[in-house]
């Protein structure tokens, strides 16, 4: 079968990983996050559209120096050239999913903490799951 068809609420909440790419199409690409206490994305600016939606948790989302609050079902749509950030303030994990368009990361790939990412200078590599 070609595509992605799975319960995005339930894998958000079981991932354990800083990030975890697990579909990549040619012009899209879905990646599960999971922020621990107080961690963060880091500030960045990417030449793409992004898309989150928190499934768990508490945070902050800064876009161009806009802050605002977020939680459970809220989404935030990153347009390219945008100065962004997501933190966690909560006492709890704080579970996500973005989508890329196009795909941003190596298909596969999977960063078990913010370190490992900040390490990896991987990106898209043209190779899509299919």
Do not use: W
Request: some cysteine; charged content about 25%.
């Amino acid at each position: 079968m070609k595509g992605y068809i799975k319960n995005i609420e339930s894998l958000a909440i079981k991932n354990q990983n800083f990030r975890e790419v697990v579909y990549t199409a040619k012009n899209c690409q879905l990646v599960l996050m999971s922020l621990k206490p107080a961690e963060e994305i880091g500030m960045e600016v990417h030449q793409l559209d992004q898309f989150f939606r928190v499934e768990a948790g508490e945070g902050e989302a800064t876009l161009d120096g806009v802050t605002t609050e977020i939680s459970e079902g809220i989404a935030i749509l990153v347009p390219a050239g945008t100065k962004h950030n997501i933190v966690n303030t909560g006492d709890e994990p704080l579970k996500l999913y973005t989508l890329y368009s196009p795909p941003n990361h190596r298909d596969g790939t999977v960063h078990a903490t913010r370190a490992d990412a900040e390490k990896d200078d991987e990106s898209f590599d043209g190779k899509t799951t299919e």
